[in-house]
């Protein structure tokens, strides 16, 4: 088949038989009236699945060249100087908080015991690495229809433990980042943005319009294939600060002190001829480990498909907005029996879901069975209020978590909340059939 050809013209023509190969066998058919509306899924073309093929054939498996250009590429797009690719949106929230327990940061160094405020309505890998770690997530009610934190409750939070705040930007609706930072601020807190569903949303600070993300000391984004761009699995941990950078790749590559990377021995040239702790004089630096770190390294492979989506990703975030703009407006003439979304002042969301609250006299769980019966995919605002679920068992009525008031909000979430979809390969029938179906179930 490559007889008489170079690599580089066998890669070509294996290269042009994928691009055949989507035009052939993988385009999606057209939307039809009745056809299945799911509330996410993957947007892609030959392009992605070319630079999957042209990864593969290089076999370097881990991270690799598409991984130095997605880093570089994603951090203009955010404008942020640093990013560390991992194989998670969950991985990247564990790095990104355990680079705070780093004794790097010496006084401001989270420890065991300490606090990290956050929100119960949400989903639980933003939780999850402060409990493990140790620390105490203390949780505060949140907003309808914003559906993110109550700020008005910040200060009620806030004790002598407080170290940090940890929450998210609930389907691509910003939280009150201005209240939240100049909270941060006045009390010298750490602020990690969970971006995971709201890549590409926009909050305005100070008259500029900044990438959420992007505001806090660590933003965290995920890559999984119902998400604002994906490559499978796959997520970033960005920041504007070189050391908290340093320690954010550190955890990342094993805790390992050395920052060469795959495949590159002694890039700092002082490989063999340093004292680290109470090593022998002169240990291999590329087995230095300075944290108790991990490897959440994500793939080439992966990377290779994120380079493509990212191409794309302006024009995913304008169709989720109007895919938004369209529902609500069709919806507006049933506000008398639900409760529509609005965006918190200040932002231009990038939007991963349409949240609907049902009023007093709508019964959640009736109305989302004859919009699942009428085949459109609902979904719940994720764990409703997470202090409520069986993980809590065993640590409930103990110090393990501190509750702020008595989370009403969260609660009425979790009874009348759900949300569909808005991705950007919805078409505007798709839009208008599930406003009918919502209207017509009410």
């Not at 390992?256 to 021995?265: A, E, L, N, Q, T």
């Not at 959640?364 to 085949?375: D, Q, Y």
């Not at 993980?391 to 702020?404: L, N």
């Not at 390969?425 to 179930?441: H, L, N, P, Q």
Request: hydrophobic fraction near 35%; charged fraction near 25%; include cysteine.
């Amino acid at each position: 088949m490559f007889e008489g050809k170079t690599k580089e013209e066998a890669n070509k023509e294996i290269l042009e038989s994928v691009r055949a190969y989507y035009a052939k066998f993988m385009q999606k058919p057209a939307y039809k009236d009745g056809d299945r509306i799911s509330y996410a899924s993957r947007v892609f073309d030959e392009k992605e699945m070319m630079n999957l093929a042209d990864s593969m054939l290089e076999f370097w498996l881990t991270s690799g060249r598409y991984t130095e250009q997605f880093e570089r590429q994603f951090g203009e797009y955010l404008g942020t100087p640093f990013v560390s690719l991992v194989n998670s949106g969950s991985s990247a929230n564990l790095c990104a908080f355990m680079a705070l327990t780093s004794p790097l940061l010496k006084d401001r160094q989270v420890k065991r015991g300490d606090e990290v405020i956050t929100v119960a309505c949400g989903f639980p890998t933003t939780v999850t690495p402060v409990l493990q770690y140790g620390a105490v997530p203390v949780f505060v009610d949140v907003t309808i229809p914003q559906y993110n934190i109550d700020v008005t409750q910040l200060e009620a939070a806030l004790s002598p433990k407080t170290k940090a705040v940890m929450i998210a930007h609930t389907l691509g609706n910003p939280f009150d980042l201005k209240a939240v930072k100049d909270f941060c601020t006045k009390h010298n807190l750490w602020l990690i943005e969970d971006n995971c569903d709201a890549l590409g949303s926009e909050y305005m600070i100070a008259g500029k319009p900044c990438k959420t993300g992007t505001v806090g000391d660590i933003g965290t984004s995920s890559f999984y294939p119902p998400h604002h761009m994906t490559m499978g699995e796959g997520g970033a941990v960005y920041t504007c600060n070189p050391l908290l950078h340093k320690i954010i790749r550190s955890m990342r590559d094993w805790g390992r002190d050395c920052i060469c990377p795959s495949g590159v021995d002694n890039l700092c040239r002082h490989r063999f001829d340093k004292q680290y702790g109470t090593l022998p004089f002169g240990y291999d630096h590329k087995y230095t480990y300075s944290h108790f770190g991990y490897n959440l390294k994500a793939t080439d492979m992966q990377a290779a498909v994120g380079c493509a989506q990212l191409e794309k990703f302006p024009s995913f975030v304008e169709r989720r907005r109007h895919n938004f703009d369209r529902l609500h407006a069709a919806l507006e003439c049933v506000q008398d029996k639900l409760i529509l979304p609005e965006p918190v002042a200040n932002s231009n969301p990038s939007w991963f879901g349409f949240l609907i609250t049902c009023k007093e006299g709508t019964d959640r769980t009736e109305l989302v069975r004859k919009i699942e019966a009428a085949n459109i995919q609902t979904r719940a605002l994720f764990a409703g209020n997470l202090t409520r679920h069986p993980c809590f068992d065993q640590i409930r009525g103990t110090d393990a978590y501190r509750v702020v008031g008595d989370l009403s909000v969260t609660d009425r979430i979790m009874k009348d909340t759900f949300w569909v979809g808005v991705y950007p390969g919805m078409t505007d029938a798709m839009i208008d059939r599930m406003a009918t179906v919502i209207k017509a179930s009410v």
